[in-house]
C-alpha cells in the first residue's frame, strides 16, 4: 500500500511510484516477462487505466501522443527484445519531438544476462541515442531512486525518453522501503539581464518574427507569450508540426514555419532582421534544411531560448541565448511593452499572406482536400483534437485547418508513418470528452490501422480519416524530382478501407467527391458517439493531387526539362 514501508515486491513499489508520481494511465502489449507487474497493476485498477495495444509499436506511439495531449509523461509497458525493437519507434519520435516519456521494458533475469539468452538485448546499446537516460533497475530497494529520476529526467530541460529495463527476477524480489515525493519539474527561468538584452535587440529590430516550438509549453505560458505578441505588435509563427502553440486565427498569426511552408513565409523569414526562436530547437524541417537560417551565425539576429542549454549554441550561434522553461520566459515576456510601430506593416503582411496561403486552393480530381479542411474548420468545436501521421496528405491538415490553442494538435515532427491511428487512440483515452479527428495516408494508415481494435475496444469514438492516392505519394513524388518517370516501389493495392473498419466493429464511410464528406462526416460523427465506436471514413483522392499546389504531372515535366 502506498505510504508505507511495508514489504513489497519491486513489482509492487513499482507501481506504487507510478501512483505518487500521478500516472492515471498506462499503455502496453503485455509480456510474460514482466508479469509481475502487470499483478500489481491488477491491483491498481481502480487508479490506474490500463489500454492494452495490438501492436507494441502502437502502445509506444500511444504514450507519446498520450503525453502531448496531456503534456505530462507517457508511459508505456513491454516486453523483451521483440516488443522493445517494435516499441522503439515510439521512444525515437517521443526524442526528436521533445515528449516526455518513459517505457519500461521486461528484462531477461539477472542469471542469464549476457548470454544472448532467449529475447535478450542490451537496452543501453540499442537506446543509447535514441533516449535521455536507459539503465536497468537491478535492485528492489532502488526501484524508488530509478523511477524518481526517469520522472525528474523526462520532464526536465528538453523533454524526452527514458528507457528503464526491469529483469524478471528483480521484479519479484521484496524491499521495505518509504515511499517518496511526487516528481518536480525542473525549468530553468531568464535572469532579469536576459530580459532587459532582449528588449535592446527588440527596440532596434525593424523586421522581428517570433517562431514558437517545442514542448513544456502550459495555457497559462501561451496567453502569457499572447500577451507579449500583443504588447509589441509582433507577428508570431510556429514551427513545424508546434502549430497549436499560438492561436491561428488571432491578427498575429503568421503561419507554419516547417515542410510545405507557405514560400512567402519562407521570404519573411529569411527578410527578418531580429529572429525571436522560443522553445524550438530549430531543427532541419524547421530550417527548410538548414537556409532560412544559415549555421553558423545567421544573417539575422539570433535570439534562441530553449528549456534545454545543450540545444542552445549547439547548431547556431545567436546574438543572445537564453536557457529557460516555457513558463518562465513567458512569464517575463508578458510584461514587456514595446511600441510595435516600426513594424507594424509587416507585421499585417504577414498576416495577409497567412489569411491569402489558406484561402482553398483546387487539386485535381472530384474530391477537394483544402475544401473539406476548411470545411473542418468551421465545422469542428474549439476543443478539437487533430492527429495525424506522415505523408504528403498531411500538407492539406496543417495548411488549411486552423488550430485555435495548446494541446489541439497530435502529430509527429520525426516524420513517422503510421502514428495517426493511436495517436487518435490516445488523444481520445485522455480526453473523453472532446472531438478526436485522425487524418492519415494510406500508406500511413496500414503501419498501424490494427490499433482500430483497440479503439473499437475501449469503445473511443475516434473519427478517422483515410487520404487514399494509392500511393507511397511522398516517395513518389521525390522519385518524379530525382528519378522522373521511373516509378518503383511506391505504388499500393489498397484494401476497401471502410469495410476494413466494419470488419473491426467500427463505422465505415467511402468518399469519392467533396460533397459527399460532409453528410459522411456527421454520419460518423452521430454513429460514433451513439455507439461508442470509432469511424473511418475512406477518402479517394486523384493520384494528381500529390500536394497541396502542385501535380505529379507538373514536377515529372519539371524534372524531365531540367
Ligand atoms: C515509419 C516510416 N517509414 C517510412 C517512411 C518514409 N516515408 C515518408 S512519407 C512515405 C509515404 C507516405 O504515404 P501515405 O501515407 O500514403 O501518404 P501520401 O504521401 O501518399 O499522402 C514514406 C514511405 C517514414 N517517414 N516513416
Ligand atoms: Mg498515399
Not at 548470454?115 to 526501484?143: C, H, L, N, T
Not at 527588440?202 to 497559462?220: C, D, F, S, Y
Not at 504577414?350 to 468551421?378: C, F, H, M, S
Amino acid at each position: 500500500m502506498a505510504g508505507t514501508s511495508a514489504t513489497r515486491t519491486a513489482a509492487q513499489i513499482l507501481v506504487d511510484a507510478l501512483r505518487i508520481h500521478g500516472v492515471d494511465t498506462a499503455f502496453c502489449v503485455p509480456g510474460e516477462s514482466y508479469l509481475a507487474v502487470l499483478d500489481a497493476l491488477y491491483d491498481a485498477r481502480d487508479s490506474i487505466r490500463l489500454i492494452v495495444a495490438r501492436q507494441d509499436g502502437g502502445a509506444a506511439y500511444m504514450s507519446e501522443a498520450w503525453a502531448k495531449v496531456t503534456g505530462r509523461p507517457g508511459i508505456c509497458f513491454v516486453t523483451r527484445g521483440p516488443g522493445a525493437t517494435n516499441a522503439s519507434i515510439g521512444v525515437h519520435t517521443a526524442m526528436q519531438d521533445s515528449t516526455p516519456m518513459i517505457l519500461f521494458i521486461g528484462q531477461v533475469p539477472g542469471e542469464f544476462v549476457e548470454r544472448e539468452s532467449f529475447q535478450e538485448v542490451d537496452y543501453r546499446r540499442m537506446f543509447g541515442p535514441m533516449a535521455k537516460w536507459v539503465a536497468s533497475i537491478d535492485r528492489a530497494d532502488r526501484v524508488h531512486e530509478y523511477v524518481s529520476h526517469a520522472f525528474h529526467l523526462a520532464m526536465s530541460g528538453r523533454p524526452g525518453p527514458v528507457v528503464l529495463a526491469l529483469p524478471e527476477d528483480m521484479l519479484t524480489q521484496t524491499a521495505s522501503v518509504a515511499d517518496i515525493a511526487t516528481y518536480q519539474v525542473v525549468q530553468a527561468s531568464p535572469s532579469p539581464a536576459d530580459i532587459d538584452k532582449l528588449r535592446a535587440l527588440l527596440a532596434r529590430a525593424g523586421r522581428p518574427l517570433v517562431i514558437l516550438g517545442g514542448t513544456v509549453w502550459t495555457r497559462e505560458a501561451c496567453r502569457d507569450l499572447q500577451a507579449f505578441a500583443e504588447n509589441c505588435g509582433l507577428p508570431v509563427a510556429c514551427s513545424f508540426r508546434f502549430q497549436d502553440l499560438f492561436d491561428n486565427r488571432h491578427d498575429h498569426y503568421a503561419g507554419d514555419v516547417g515542410i510545405g511552408i507557405n514560400p512567402k513565409l519562407a521570404q519573411r523569414v529569411r527578410d527578418a532582421d531580429l529572429l525571436l526562436v522560443i522553445g524550438e530547437r530549430l531543427g532541419e524541417m524547421t530550417t527548410g534544411g538548414y537556409t532560412l537560417v544559415e549555421p553558423p551565425r545567421p544573417k539575422q539576429k539570433l535570439v534562441h531560448v530553449h528549456a534545454g542549454a545543450e540545444e542552445l549554441g549547439r547548431v547556431y550561434q545567436g546574438e543572445l541565448l537564453i536557457n529557460s522553461g516555457m513558463p518562465q520566459i513567458a512569464a517575463a515576456l508578458k510584461s514587456l511593452k514595446l511600441d510595435g510601430g516600426a513594424w507594424r506593416a509587416w507585421r499585417e503582411r504577414a498576416r495577409a499572406d497567412y489569411l491569402e496561403w489558406t484561402k482553398p486552393a483546387a487539386n485535381p480530381g472530384k474530391v477537394q482536400l483544402a475544401d473539406i479542411v476548411a470545411w473542418l474548420r468551421e465545422r469542428l468545436p474549439e476543443d478539437a483534437i487533430i492527429a495525424n501521421g506522415a505523408g504528403n496528405f498531411a500538407g492539406w491538415v496543417s495548411r488549411y485547418y486552423r488550430y485555435p490553442g495548446l494541446r489541439t494538435q497530435v502529430a509527429p515532427t520525426s516524420g513517422s508513418m503510421g502514428y495517426g491511428v493511436p495517436a487518435g487512440v490516445a488523444a481520445q483515452v485522455a480526453h473523453p470528452d472532446r472531438m478526436v479527428v485522425s487524418f492519415n495516408g494510406d500508406g500511413d494508415f496500414l503501419m498501424n490501422g490494427q490499433e482500430l481494435a483497440t479503439a473499437v475496444q475501449y469503445g473511443l469514438p475516434v473519427i478517422f480519416v483515410v487520404v487514399d492516392n494509392g500511393m507511397y505519394g511522398t516517395i513518389r513524388m521525390h522519385q518524379e524530382r530525382e528519378y522522373p518517370g521511373r516509378v518503383y516501389g511506391t505504388a499500393l493495392k489498397n484494401p476497401d478501407f471502410a469495410g476494413l473498419a466494419r470488419a473491426y466493429g467500427a463505422h465505415g464511410e467511402l468518399v469519392e467527391e467533396t460533397a459527399q464528406f460532409a453528410p459522411a462526416f456527421e454520419r460518423a460523427v452521430k454513429t460514433a458517439e451513439a455507439a461508442g465506436k470509432p469511424a473511418l471514413i475512406h477518402v479517394r483522392i486523384d493520384p494528381q493531387a500529390i500536394t497541396t499546389s502542385t501535380t505529379l504531372d507538373a514536377i515529372r515535366a519539371r524534372s524531365l526539362k531540367g
